[in-house]
């Protein structure tokens, strides 16, 4: 198992630890539940080092990420941060990935952990298929550290050791600036479905920006936050996991990127998704919450009137609902939020209703 | 750290208790070493008062908000009792492991089960040479 750069200190702090996509990282320090209520009501810091970063550059970047990416990136600016499916000939997923335009001619694509070797052969085959030598791929994951830190005083903690107003930064976007002294990426941004930030620096010192945050954030109420937190987080934001959600035989129409998807310029997977689009998808992933007892998880079988229709895809407990939610795939014409459906549970059916996505969302 | 195990009762290899109550029944639940390793309980599933259950077979489900876990029944016997409170307090298992969150009191069809489980020595034994 390969080990963050926060390895050390994730053991020193008293985590469990389990294995996430090839990596030991942190379930949980105090509690999933603990973590989850502090990340959502002060602030939450998340070793994301597993992430893959793969750097493009040159005058070919954006003919190259163009041919990859489902998103038109265009039109981005520099400073501007997108998310983007990576999809195969087929239409179906082979990543979900955000793309920083840091510079002229210069992107970086973070990757899930599990999918970052797949993802740089495909952009390098790409590459090489269409012949953009003037594309300057490299993956700078192993040199790359990634903390999140998320939280309604996120902001305030970590402007205390950020160069620049951080609070002129804006959702979505990102800045190269300094952080505790070194040359660092800090982008507005998360996988919570609070206010927070992205933090991007050398590896080799990621570990003195976690101190020095946990340090100036702990009279804030800064907490280091696991996977466990990190997942319910995540859930109850309506946000997916790959893995869970997305695979590659599964489209971006049938989940939720139907928005980050562009059938106006030219991309692989296009052609299939074009004509998806026209005949219409047979299944799409919705929200449901059990109306009944239980907890639904990822794998049950989802039914409805008496026959089985799909599968749940993540579901959990949701400590800020207080009540069992879930994503599943089900057949289009059980899409409608109120639509009536059952989970099985251990052999045993539990009630559940389709509800509007996301599950939670923040006050502004 | 986890609260010492009381004297007063059995102990199984995963975390379980039983404690005779007389008339050979006990009444059982898990560990707060189980608990810990469990972590935030979320959700209870109890069995059905009059279910026959081997010893060592599902009695129980726990569920975390990441996980799910089977407890198993120290003795055999007959379920005449569950802790209905679960239902609505599944972090009383959390809170008090080994007194408000019992799980079930079982009339033992071989009481001589419970002699061969392990003592609180032997228990505190085991879960220091096998953490999880």
């Known amino acids: 198992m390969k080990k963050t750069p926060l390895y050390e200190r994730h053991l020193a702090l008293g985590a469990t630890m389990t294995e996430f996509g090839g990596w030991a990282m942190p379930v949980q320090y105090s509690g999933v539940i603990d973590e989850h209520r502090n990340t959502r009501t002060l602030a939450g810091l998340f070793d994301v080092c597993h992430m893959g970063e793969i750097e493009i550059k040159g005058p070919q970047a954006l003919d190259l990420l163009q041919r990859v990416m489902s998103r038109n990136l265009a039109k981005q600016q520099i400073g501007e941060m997108k998310l983007s499916a990576i999809t195969n000939e087929k239409g179906g997923i082979i990543d979900d990935v955000t793309v920083y335009m840091r510079g002229k001619e210069h992107y970086m694509v973070v990757t899930n952990a599990a999918t970052r070797e797949g993802d740089l052969d495909w952009i390098l085959k790409a590459k090489k298929d269409k012949g953009f030598e003037k594309a300057y791929v490299a993956d700078h994951s192993e040199v790359t550290g990634k903390i999140d830190i998320q939280g309604p005083v996120a902001e305030k903690i970590l402007s205390e050791i950020v160069e620049g107003d951080l609070g002129a930064l804006r959702f979505y976007h990102a800045m190269d600036t300094r952080v505790a002294g070194m040359p660092a990426l800090v982008s507005r941004s998360g996988y919570t479905g609070e206010d927070g930030f992205e933090v991007y620096t050398e590896a080799a010192r990621i570990g003195e920006i976690w101190d020095l945050l946990l340090h100036v954030g702990d009279p804030h109420g800064l907490k280091p936050a696991g996977l466990g937190s990190r997942d319910t987080l995540r859930l109850e934001a309506g946000m997916m996991l790959f893995g869970h959600e997305m695979c590659q035989t599964v489209t971006p129409y049938e989940v939720i990127y139907g928005w980050i998807t562009d059938l106006d310029k030219e991309f692989i997977g296009r052609d299939a998704l074009k004509r998806q689009k026209e005949d219409g998808i047979r299944k799409k992933l919705v929200g449901f919450e059990l109306t009944e007892r239980g907890i639904a998880r990822h794998g049950y079988p989802v039914y409805a009137g008496g026959e089985k229709i799909g599968e749940v895809t993540s579901g959990t407990f949701s400590p800020t609902l207080g009540k069992a939610i879930g994503l599943a795939f089900v057949p289009v014409q059980y899409k409608e939020p109120g639509t009536v459906l059952e989970v099985e549970i251990r052999s045993q059916r539990a009630k559940a209703k389709v509800v509007p996505l996301p599950f939670y969302k923040r006050k502004k | ?132």
């Open chain 2, 1 to 132: 750290m986890a609260k010492p195990s009381p004297n007063d009762r059995k102990y199984t290899k995963e975390h379980e208790w039983a404690r005779a109550d007389g008339g050979n029944t006990i009444t059982m639940g898990v560990t707060d070493h189980a608990q810990e390793l469990l972590t935030d309980v979320v959700y209870v599933e109890l069995p059905a008062v009059g279910r026959k259950v081997k010893q060592m077979q599902p009695i129980a489900v726990v569920e975390s908000v990441k996980s799910v876990s089977d407890i198993f029944a120290p003795v055999s016997g007959e379920v005449i009792e569950v802790n209905k409170s679960l239902e609505a307090a599944p972090e009383m298992i959390n809170k008090d492991a080994f007194g408000e969150g019992w799980i079930a009191k079982i009339k033992m069809d071989t009481p001589s089960e419970l002699d061969g489980l392990m003592t609180a020595e032997g228990y505190e034994e085991h879960i220091k040479t096998n953490p999880h």
